[in-house]
């Protein structure tokens, strides 16, 4: 009898190699300019966002973080101990040309990619740290490709290189996304009990997402009755703002809202919640 957690191995693991291959794809086109691209991370540029995957997976392969030739923790952009673990990856990868930094993100999915193949369904429903919180190897990997593909978007913006709104990897991202959308609405928003509250995604994801307050704020099939406030947003801006990359006051024009608004508003400038 399956035990499974709902994170199944096959379509978790091909998610996140496609969406490797995606970032692989736009890595390759990109030129030696566009890799010194300030991003819409602070104090980082292009390189250093793919500085900072090529060291999550390498971290995740059991590979340490090299020393830093300076405290990076007083950076104004380091917050905590897993900033600072990033960013003494970053920097260990600071002069390495473009080329270099390719053939090391090749070199790390591929062998991500391989250690994954070897691991079971039984293997990712087993309990695991996540970033979280606890949770499951599964989740962790859910985690990760929301994590890449947010990061590829990043890159995107940087250079002027839209693409990859839709698809599988997308799909697993929003999944991901929508997972706190309970804790943004009832405890950052501060939605009052009884509240029900939908956001419609627009652009080539589509989707359409009902939170209800009953106690605790949770993601509901649907609402029992109207909703208290509805959000009409392209998703890729709802990913900026959730991913913190974009400042919600400047964005807010650009979200339809109705019902109460100024729940609305509370939920949109509070969207942020990645670490």
């Keep these: 009898?399956?035990?499974?957690?709902?994170?199944?191995?096959?379509?978790?693991?091909?998610?996140?190699?496609?969406?490797w291959e995606s970032l692989d794809a736009l890595l390759a086109s990109l030129d030696a300019a566009a890799w010194e691209a300030p991003s819409p991370l602070p104090g980082w540029a292009v390189r250093d966002v793919v500085a900072h995957v090529i060291?999550?997976?390498?971290?995740?392969l059991g590979e340490s973080a090299p020393e830093a030739d300076i405290d990076v923790a007083e950076f104004s952009h380091v917050h905590n101990?897993?900033?600072?673990?990033?960013?003494?990856?970053?920097?260990?990868?600071?002069?390495?040309?473009?080329?270099?930094?390719?053939?090391?993100?090749?070199?790390?999915?591929?062998?991500?990619?391989?250690?994954?193949?070897?691991?079971?369904?039984?293997?990712?429903?087993a309990p695991s740290w996540t970033p979280v919180g606890k949770g499951?190897?599964?989740?962790?990997?859910?985690?990760?490709?929301?994590?890449?593909w947010l990061h590829e978007q990043d890159i995107r913006d940087a250079t002027?290189?839209?693409?990859?709104?839709?698809?599988?990897?997308?799909?697993q991202s929003f999944d991901e996304l929508v997972e706190s959308l309970g804790y943004v609405v009832g405890k950052k928003a501060g939605a009052p009990d009884g509240a029900g509250v939908t956001l419609e995604f627009t652009g080539p994801l589509?989707?359409?997402v009902h939170v209800a307050v009953d106690g605790r704020a949770s993601v509901v099939p649907a609402l029992s009755g109207p909703a208290t406030t509805t959000l009409r947003l392209d998703a890729g801006l709802f990913a900026r703002l959730a991913g913190g990359r974009v400042d919600p006051e400047e964005?807010?024009?650009?979200?339809?809202?109705?019902?109460?608004?100024?729940?609305?508003?509370?939920?949109?400038?509070n969207l942020a919640f990645t670490i």
């Excluded at 399956?2 to 969406?19: C, E, H, M, N, V």
């Excluded at 499951?136 to 890449?148: A, E, K, N, S, V």
Aim: proline residues 3%; aromatic residues 6%; contains cysteine.
């Design 251 to 269: 964005r807010l024009p650009e979200v339809e809202r109705s019902g109460d608004t100024e729940l609305g508003d509370r939920i949109v400038r």
């Design 81 to 125: 101990e897993i900033a600072a673990v990033n960013e003494r990856w970053v920097r260990s990868m600071r002069e390495s040309a473009p080329e270099r930094m390719l053939e090391r993100f090749r070199d790390v999915v591929s062998r991500r990619g391989e250690a994954l193949r070897t691991m079971t369904q039984e293997d990712f429903d």
């Design 206 to 208: 589509r989707r359409t």
């Design 55 to 60: 060291g999550t997976e390498s971290s995740l």
């Design 1 to 19: 009898m399956s035990t499974t957690t709902g994170f199944d191995k096959d379509t978790i693991t091909g998610a996140l190699a496609a969406q």
């Design 136 to 148: 499951t190897y599964g989740r962790f990997m859910r985690i990760r490709i929301f994590d890449t």
């Design 160 to 171: 002027g290189l839209p693409g990859h709104e839709a698809g599988p990897c997308v799909e």
